[in-house]
C-alpha cells in the first residue's frame, strides 16, 4: 500500500481511491509524480496533434482527464463519489459544471471581461467544483490554458514559472491566491497566473 504526504492545499488519496492505482509497483510520492508528470506529458502531445477547441463541455472535461491520468489511475476521468475537504457535493458535480460550461461560454461570447480575467474564473471554479479525486489542480490549470489557446486566441498563463506540485514558495503563493480568489478577490491569482 503507498503512504503519501501531501504538500500545502493538495486533496488526499482516499484508501479506496489509492487501491485503484494502475501501476502497483509505485511506493513513493515521487513516483506517483514522475509516473503522472510522463502521462501528462502524453496528454499534451495528444492535444498538440488535436488541437481541440470544443472543450467547454463534461464530455470534453472528463476526456482530458483521461488523457492526463489514465495510465496511473482506475478513476481518470471518472467523478469523484465522496466529499473533500474542497468542493461541493460529489452529486452536484455533473449540474456544477454545466453550469460552469454555459457561464464561461457566456463570458466567452460577450468579451466583456479581458481574457486572462475569464481564464482565471474559469480555473478557479473549476478547481472548486473540483470534479475529480485527484488532479484536479492540474486538469484545470491545462484547461484554462487551453480556453486561452484554442478559444480566447491569447498566450497561456505561465503560472508562476515553476512546478507547482512540489512545496515551494511558488505553491504557497498559487494557493494563497486561490483562497483570496475563495473570498472573490481575483488580483492576486491573475498576478500569479502571469508571473
Ligand atoms: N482554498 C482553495 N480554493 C480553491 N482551490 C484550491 C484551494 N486549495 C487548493 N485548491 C486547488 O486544489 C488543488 C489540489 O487538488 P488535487 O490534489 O485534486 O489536484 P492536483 O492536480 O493533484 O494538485 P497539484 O498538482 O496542484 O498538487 C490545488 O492544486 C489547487 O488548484
Ligand atoms: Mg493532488
Redesign the pocket.
Known amino acids: 500500500m503507498i503512504n503519501l504526504e501531501?504538500?500545502?492545499?493538495?486533496?488526499?488519496?482516499d484508501p479506496d481511491e489509492a487501491s485503484e492505482l494502475l501501476l502497483t509497483h509505485i511506493t513513493t510520492r515521487e513516483e506517483l509524480d514522475r509516473w503522472?508528470q510522463d502521462n501528462i506529458i502524453e496528454a499534451l502531445a495528444w492535444i498538440e496533434k488535436t488541437k481541440p477547441k470544443d472543450i467547454l463541455n463534461e464530455a470534453f472535461i472528463r476526456k482530458l482527464h483521461t488523457q492526463m491520468f489514465g495510465n496511473v489511475w482506475k478513476w481518470a476521468g471518472k467523478f469523484r463519489q465522496s466529499d473533500?475537504n474542497?468542493g461541493g457535493r460529489w452529486w452536484q458535480i455533473p449540474t456544477d459544471l454545466k453550469d460552469l460550461c454555459d457561464d464561461a461560454k457566456q463570458w466567452v461570447d460577450s468579451r466583456n471581461e479581458p481574457s486572462d480575467e475569464i481564464a482565471v474564473r474559469f480555473?478557479?471554479r473549476l478547481?472548486?467544483i473540483?470534479p475529480?479525486?485527484?488532479?484536479?489542480?492540474?486538469?484545470?490549470?491545462l484547461m484554462a490554458d487551453l480556453l486561452l489557446e484554442n478559444i480566447l486566441d491569447h498566450p497561456r498563463f505561465t503560472w508562476g514559472s515553476a512546478n507547482?506540485?512540489?512545496p515551494s514558495d511558488t505553491?504557497q503563493r498559487?494557493?494563497a491566491a486561490?483562497?483570496a480568489?475563495?473570498g472573490n478577490n481575483y488580483q492576486p491569482l491573475l498576478e500569479f497566473a502571469r508571473s
Open positions: 501531501y504538500p500545502e492545499g493538495a486533496t488526499p488519496i503522472e473533500k474542497i480555473h478557479h478547481v472548486l473540483h475529480f479525486p485527484n488532479g484536479n489542480g492540474r486538469l484545470a490549470r507547482l506540485s512540489s505553491r498559487y494557493i486561490l483562497r480568489a475563495d
